[in-house]
Structures are given as C-alpha cells and as structure tokens.
C-alpha cells in the first residue's frame, strides 16, 4: 500500500509498450537503444565543445548547452526503461517509480518550454538590439534566465505530484503506453479527476500557449527588423542566426501539440504511442544536429579541437 494524502490499492503498473507488435520488437529494440545512444552522446559532445572553445562562450550557445543538458535528462527519464523492457514478459513499474518517472519527465519538458523562450528573447535582443546586446544579456542574467526555466519546470511538476498523489488507483493497473502518462494515469483512477485536470489546464496555458505567445512576439519583431536591412547578404546573415532555434521550437512544439491532439482524440492508442517516441526520443536527438549542421561556429570550434589533438 502506497500513502501519499490518499491510500491507493495498487502497488505497481504494468507498461503495455510495444508488446502488440511481437515480430518487430528486436527491430525496434535496436532502433531505440541506438537513438539513445547517438542522443547522449550528440548532446554530450555539443555541451563539452561549448565548454572547452573559448569562442562559443555567448548566450546563445550558453543557452544551447542548457538545452543538451535537458535532452539528456528528458530522454534518459523515459528511454532506458523503455529499451529494457523489450523483452520482458511483463513490463512493471512501481507506483512510486512511476509517479518518479512522470515528476522527471515533466520537469525536463517543462524547462525546455521555458528555456526556449529564454532563447528565443536572446535572439531578440541579438538582432533587434545589436548594439546593447552585450550589456543586455549579461552572464549573470544568462545564469537567471536559465536558473528560471529550471525552477519553471520544477515547480509545475511539484504541483502535479501533489495533485496525482491525492488520487486512488484501486485497478486496473493496465498502462497502454511505454511511460507513466498523465492522461493514462487519470483513466485508471477510480477517483474524481477534476481537481487534477484544472492544474493541467491552468498550466498548458502558463507553458504552452504564454512561452509561445511571448516566441511569436520576439519573433515578429526579428521579422520586422531583418525586414529593415537593406542588402540581402545581410538579411540571410540575420536569419540564419535564429534560423536553427525556430527550427527547434517548431518540432518542439507542433509534434508536442500533434501527440497531445492525438492522446486526447479517439485515434489508434498504437499510433499514439508511435508518435510519442518522435516527440519524446527522436527530436533530443535531432537538437545538436538542427545546431551543428549549418552553424560555422560549431565547424570552427570543432576543427580547432582537432588541430590541438593533431598537435598533441
């Protein structure tokens, strides 16, 4: 028996995952563990690049290197359980693990939410206000902003554990996903939800539609002033520096609300489940590459480090 401001009846969940789909389960295996694999060390590698090149320690890939940091904690909350049990009969986790995992995973997608914002603000301030850019995003505002979206996150998790642990789970115990999702879990109480389902509402409007609202501000206001540059070298040069943090909050944030649309909709909970590991696995890993590929900073930074190896 767990107790958490209720008694609950149920001591352990069973996770369905992808136990439906027997015959490729080993493919997916593979695929799964490779893409956490490839998602650690991509983010791994971009946060110690940024660390030991002198020339990326600005704001922005300050910021970047919070983001790595995130992805890592979000996929891991969720992708080592999920690859090792593949092949267990019986996929179980603990209502307290469980109620862990969610409290995680919340938190780290709740901080990238905000710590997108304070990127977004960061190339607000460095296209819009390039003189005072410097004074502006000064280390220690840096340091507070992203402090912030951690705390952000936190705080929104903390105040929906106190709400789950105050329902009763009393069977079945039966969660049709690879993870402790929220929307599972309130199907399965035996208990009045309402309480629990205002917090969320109240807090998709707090992160999700006020950090999108204050991105698409900053954003036409870049918009507008990129607009004001007369030669197009310099218009593309403008762009492209924002170019790779739209990106990513446009897969963040539409496979998000598509995956949220889908959960709550009627549709196939296999196809749900599907779109989650895009949402949840594939876009942590997609992040230092959407950063890498096109930024001649991280070209730089990387060719200098394999010139001191090659002089060592």
Known sequence: MITGGNITGITHFNLLGFSDFPRILP???VIFL???????????CLIVL?????????????????????????????????VSS????????TFVGCI???FFFSTMGLSECCLLTAM????????CKPLLYSSIMSPTLCIWMALGAYLAGLFASFSQLCALLQLH??????????????????????????????ILAILTVMYGIANIFIIMVSYCYIIVSIMKVTSAKGRSKAFNTCASHLTTVSLFYISGIFVYLSSSSSG?????????????????????LIYSLRNRDIKDALKNLQKKRGHC
């Open 169 to 198: 789970f009393c069977g079945p115990n039966v969660i049709n996903h690879f993870l402790c999702d929220m929307s599972q879990l309130l199907i399965l109480s035996c208990t009045n939800t309402f309480f629990v389902k205002v």
């Open 27 to 29: 493919v997916l295996f």
């Open 86 to 93: 593949f092949f267990q009969n019986q996929q179980m986790i």
């Open 34 to 44: 490779l893409i956490y694999i490839m998602t650690v060390t991509w983010n791994l």
């Open 50 to 82: 940024v660390k030991m090149d002198s020339h990326l320690h600005t704001p922005m890939y300050f910021f970047l290197s919070n983001l790595s940091f995130i992805d890592i904690c979000y996929v891991t909350s969720t992708a080592p359980k999920m």
């Open 120 to 127: 977004a603000y960061d190339r607000y301030a460095a296209i």
């Open 100 to 102: 862990v995992q969610y």
């Open 268 to 288: 196939s909970p296999s196809f749900d489940r599907f779109a989650s590991c895009f949402y949840i696995v594939v876009i942590p890993m997609l992040n230092p």
